[in-house]
């Protein structure tokens, strides 16, 4: 019969309105992660302002004042489990489990490539 031996089935770029996606399964799932890391990134940093903001406009009501402490506090709390998430799941799969792909490039941080 027929063989495909060394022929990839799937193309490596697949075009869409909003650009070219990868199609390889490795290379979607780091630019998905990626996404979601700035993405709770970006909401941690949002309520720390938001927190902060509330704070200085409380003027003296405790009530706000308990408020706006209790969003700073679950803001930075949020912000330490998704660094931390990242750190112990890189710390994982590289060092414990070795899984090939997860490792840090030099000079790269999560999913940021280096490039010499």
């Known amino acids: 019969m027929f063989a495909c031996q060394g022929i990839s089935v799937i193309p490596d770029n697949i075009s869409t309105e909003i650009g070219k996606i990868s199609a ?13 890391i700035y993405l709770a990134g970006g909401v941690s940093l ?6 902060a903001i509330k704070y200085l406009f409380s003027t003296g ?22 660094f931390l998430s990242v750190f112990l799941l890189r710390f ?22 280096y490039t010499p």
């Not at 949002?46 to 927190?51: C, D, E, M, V």
């Open 46 to 51: 949002f309520l720390l302002l938001s927190g």
């Open 24 to 36: 390889k399964p490795e290379k979607l799932v780091e630019a998905f992660s990626r996404i979601l």
């Open 61 to 82: 009501n405790p009530d706000n004042i308990e408020e706006a402490k209790g969003i700073i506090t679950h803001a930075l709390g949020g912000f330490l489990l998704v």
């Open 92 to 113: 994982m799969g590289v060092d414990v489990l070795h899984i090939p792909g997860l490792e840090l490039s030099p000079g790269g941080g999560v999913g940021i490539p």
